[in-house]
C-alpha cells in the first residue's frame, strides 16, 4: 500500500547543489517558525521534504542513544540521516540570527504588507497541497472540515499571562515546537496564547545573543547578572522541552502517516486552511493593560499583546491595494517554489 511506504534517507545521493538548497530550506523553515501564525511545517510540507523530515526524526530513538553511548558516531550520522538534519539545522540556525531578526525589523515597520505576504504564501500552500491531493472522499472532507474547525478555533483564544516556572517553559518546548512538524500549527502563535512567546523567543534569545557577544570579547560579567542567567535558564530548558517535542511528535506523526496517510493529509489541508484566521493581514492590536489601565511592557519595553482585533478593510485606499499586492506576491513565491522543487526532482526520478 502507498501509504506504508518508507521514507528512505537520501542523503547519500544528494549534490552540492541540494545541500545549499536544503540550508536554505532550513532557514524558511526557521523564519516561518518565529513568525506567530506561520507554521515551518507548511514549508516542510509545500518544499517537498515533510516526509523525509519526520523520518529523520522518528530515528532519534533508544537505538540512536545506545550507538551514541558506545562512541560509533559514524552509524548514528547515517542511521539519523544526518547529513539531512544538519544541513537542516544549520539553516534554522542562520535564520535565528539573521533573518528573523529582519522579520522583526520589517513587521515592526510594515507590519500590514508583511502579514499580507504570509496569507498569500499560506493560500499559496493550500492550493498546492490540494490540487496534488487526488482522492477526494466523504471521509477526506470530513477531516478537512475538522482541521478548519481546529484551525479557527485556536485561531480565536484567548492569550493566558507570562509564565517562567520551569515544567511549564518545558512543556511550552514541547507545545512550541509543534509549528515545526505539523503544518498549519503556528508553535510562536501557541506561544502568544500560552502568555510565553516575549519570554521565550524575545527577551531568552536576545539574552543568549548577548551573552554570545560577551563570550567572543572574553567578558563573563553575565554569570553575576540575575536576570541573564535566569534567561539562559529559561532557554535551556525550552530547549529541552523542544528536543522531547520533537522526538515525541514525531513518532506520532510517522505512526499515522504509515497508517493514515490519506486522513492525516486531509486533516493538514483543512489546519492550514483554518490558520488564516491567525495571519489575516487587517487586525489591531489590543495590549494587556494593567490594574491602572497602563499597558503592560516586556522586557524590552513593547506592550503585550492580549489579542487582535480583525477587521474588514475598506478599498479606497492605497495602503489596501498595496497590500493586497503582496498577498499575490506571497502565493507566487510558494507556487514559484513548489515549481522549481518538482523541476528540479524530475532528473533524479529516471
Avoid at 562512541?71 to 528573523?100: E, W
Avoid at 531578526?101 to 507590519?111: M, P, R, T
Avoid at 477531516?143 to 516556572?165: C, R, T
Avoid at 563570550?215 to 528536543?243: C, H, P, Q, W
Wanted: hydrophobic share 50%.
Amino acid at each position: 500500500m502507498p501509504q506504508k511506504a518508507q521514507i528512505k534517507p537520501m542523503q547519500q545521493t544528494r549534490t552540492f547543489t541540494d545541500k545549499v538548497l536544503l540550508v536554505l530550506k532550513g532557514l524558511a523553515m526557521g523564519a516561518a517558525n518565529k513568525v506567530p501564525g506561520v507554521s515551518g511545517g507548511v514549508v516542510a510540507f509545500v518544499a517537498g521534504f515533510y516526509e523525509e523530515f519526520i523520518y529523520s526524526l522518528q530515528k532519534i530513538n533508544y537505538k540512536a542513544f545506545i550507538l551514541l553511548i558506545n562512541g560509533r558516531f559514524r552509524s548514528l550520522y547515517h542511521y539519523t540521516n544526518g547529513r539531512f538534519l544538519s544541513l537542516l539545522i544549520l539553516g534554522m540556525l542562520i535564520s535565528y540570527f539573521s533573518v528573523s531578526k529582519i522579520l522583526d525589523y520589517l513587521i515592526l515597520h510594515y507590519e500590514l504588507y508583511v502579514w499580507a505576504s504570509f496569507f498569500g504564501m499560506i493560500i499559496g500552500s493550500i492550493y498546492y497541497i490540494s490540487k496534488d491531493f487526488d482522492e477526494w472522499s466523504k471521509r477526506s472532507l470530513l477531516f478537512v472540515f475538522l482541521g478548519i474547525i481546529v484551525g479557527v478555533a485556536i485561531s480565536f483564544l484567548e492569550p493566558a499571562k507570562e509564565n517562567d516556572n520551569l515544567w511549564f517553559v518545558f512543556f511550552c518546548g514541547i507545545v512550541g515546537v509543534s509549528g515545526m512538524t505539523l503544518p498549519g500549527l503556528s508553535g510562536s502563535f501557541i506561544l502568544i496564547l500560552f502568555g510565553n512567546y516575549v519570554l521565550l523567543l524575545v527577551d531568552s534569545v536576545n539574552a543568549l545573543y548577548d551573552t554570545m557577544a560577551d563570550l567572543i570579547v572574553l567578558d563573563f560579567s553575565f554569570i553575576n547578572d540575575a536576570d541573564r542567567t535566569r534567561l539562559l535558564e529559561v532557554l535551556l530548558v525550552f530547549g529541552a522541552g523542544s528536543l522531547a517535542g520533537l522526538v515525541t511528535l514525531s513518532h506520532f506523526l510517522g505512526y499515522v502517516l504509515k497508517h493514515y496517510k490519506k486522513d492525516t493529509f486531509a486533516s493538514i489541508i483543512g489546519f492550514i486552511t483554518g490558520s488564516l484566521g491567525v495571519v489575516w493581514p487587517w487586525k489591531e492590536k489590543i495590549f494587556k493593560l494593567d490594574k491602572s489601565g497602563e499597558v503592560i511592557l516586556d522586557s524590552q519595553g513593547n506592550g503585550v499583546i492580549d489579542y487582535y482585533d480583525r477587521y474588514f478593510p475598506t478599498f479606497t485606499t492605497a495602503e489596501t491595494w498595496l497590500a493586497i499586492f503582496f498577498i499575490f506576491v506571497g502565493i507566487l513565491i510558494v507556487l514559484g517554489l513548489a515549481w522549481y522543487e518538482k523541476k528540479n526532482q524530475k532528473p533524479a526520478k529516471r
